[in-house]
């Protein structure tokens, strides 16, 4: 099979300026719920770009947890990789890619920390084990065996043991705050319908872009 041969045709309705809401958050709305109904596997699943001091672009899957006019949030550890490239570089990009539905979100922007509170309401939302799970990932650095991590996990719920779990000082939201927002919908022929949201002084320019 060669993979250079593989392509489908995008048959979905197209896409135009008044079916789009002015405001990209509420716009982002719409096709998050259509992705939810529509089956697409963990359709709040993205794509998060970032690129530390040295300018290399780095990416990982991370999940979208929220998202309201502030930005969108995900959690992670505070140590990981991502983290201290995010301290170099507060910008990241995500992607979300609903191919099921012949769709793609694009959004950029700056990256701030999610206060101690919000992480702390969120941290308390968590399965038990996933609250154990934060406490025991030194994530992104290295270790010699998975049984380590397994010693930690009990050694942490040994610690825990009949109380809550208190939320790790390394671990945390971050919410990217969209300047940028592009809609993508396939269309035949390679003719696909793209819509660009600028953040400006006056409000969220739209233009349409060529595939
Ligand atoms: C479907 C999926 C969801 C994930 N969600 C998260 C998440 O919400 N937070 C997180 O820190 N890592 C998540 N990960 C793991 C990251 O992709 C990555 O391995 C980890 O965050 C370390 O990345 P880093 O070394 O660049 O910091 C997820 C991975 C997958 C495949």
Redesign the pocket.
């Known amino acids: 099979m060669d993979i250079g041969d593989m392509r489908r045709e995008f048959e979905s309705e197209g896409l135009d300026r008044d079916d789009l809401d002015d405001d990209p958050i509420r716009q982002f709305e719409r096709w998050f719920e259509d992705a939810r109904t529509a089956g697409i596997l963990?359709p709040n699943?993205m794509s998060l770009a970032t690129a530390g001091a040295d300018g290399m672009p780095?990416l990982?899957?991370?999940?979208l947890k929220y998202f309201d006019a502030r930005g969108f949030v995900?959690?992670?550890?505070y140590g990981?990789?991502?983290?201290r490239e995010l301290e170099d570089n507060p910008r990241a990009a995500l992607l979300f890619p609903w191919l099921g539905l012949n769709r793609q979100v694009r959004i950029q922007g700056p990256v701030e920390k999610v206060s101690k509170a919000e992480s702390l309401r969120y941290f308390a939302s968590r399965p038990r084990g996933s609250q154990i799970g934060a406490w025991v990932s030194e994530?992104?650095r290295a270790i010699t065996s998975r049984g380590l991590l397994e010693q930690k996990v009990a050694e942490m719920k040994r610690k825990f043991a009949g109380g809550e779990v208190p939320l790790p000082s390394f671990w945390g939201g971050y919410r990217v705050v969209p300047e940028r927002v592009e809609f993508w919908q396939g269309r035949p022929s390679r003719l696909h319908d793209r819509f660009e949201y600028l953040r400006t002084d006056d409000g969220w320019h739209i233009q349409r872009l060529q595939p």
């Open positions: 963990e699943a780095d990982r899957t991370v999940l995900f959690y992670t550890n990981s990789r991502k983290a994530q992104s």
